[in-house]
């Protein structure tokens, strides 16, 4: 047989090995991604997870009729949690369990900014760094939002969080948090 044809033979065979491979993997990547787009990644989980609702210490809000559209806020919708409640979240924010911890920093965003800040100033000076402290500048944020910050106490833990902090990670998320802070202050 003449090397030519040799070498075509071979050079299709390769040809029509490529677009088997080509066919059969077609369809895996557009599974995957839609596997992944409907799942946040790991990190995003663990530094903004969804707070446990405790029926316990929260309204039923279907019970109540309340409706709660996308348009409407949550917070406006349920009422401000009890005195015991947020002592029992503050209590949580040391607990060893990361999952504990993380759940109660972030429903502390729901308190009264008064009875909320000690605790998660406490968080930001001492939790830990990669996902305890973020998620209690998260709930800072979403308090100076909600309730303002007239005396200035939750941009200086924020502030503190950035010009004393161990962590350059926690010293942006506090930069960004207080930037956006102050500019919706200064628009109200």
Do not use: F
Request: aromatic share 2%; glycine share 6%; with cysteine.
């Amino acid at each position: 047989m003449r090397p030519s044809v040799i070498v075509v033979s071979i050079g299709m065979l390769a040809a029509c090995g490529g677009l088997a491979y080509v066919h059969a993997s077609r369809d895996e990547p557009e599974a995957t991604a839609s596997a992944t787009a409907t799942q946040p990644p790991p990190t995003e989980q663990a530094i903004d997870p969804a707070p446990a609702r405790d029926a316990a210490t929260e309204p039923n809000v279907a019970d109540a009729g309340v409706d709660i559209s996308p348009s409407t806020d949550v917070a406006d919708a349920i009422a401000a949690p009890s005195a015991d409640t947020v002592e029992k979240w503050i209590k949580d924010t040391q607990d060893s369990d990361p999952k504990t911890r993380a759940t109660a920093i972030a429903n502390l965003a729901s308190a009264p900014t008064a009875q909320a800040l000690p605790g998660l100033r406490e968080v930001v000076d001492t939790g830990e760094p990669e996902v305890d402290r973020h998620i209690a500048l998260r709930s800072l944020h979403a308090l100076a939002l909600r309730d303002g910050d007239e005396n200035g106490q939750v941009r200086d833990v924020m502030r503190r969080a950035i010009y004393h902090g161990d962590n350059d990670g926690v010293s942006q998320t506090a930069q960004s948090l207080l930037d956006d802070v102050e500019a919706a202050l200064a628009e109200q």
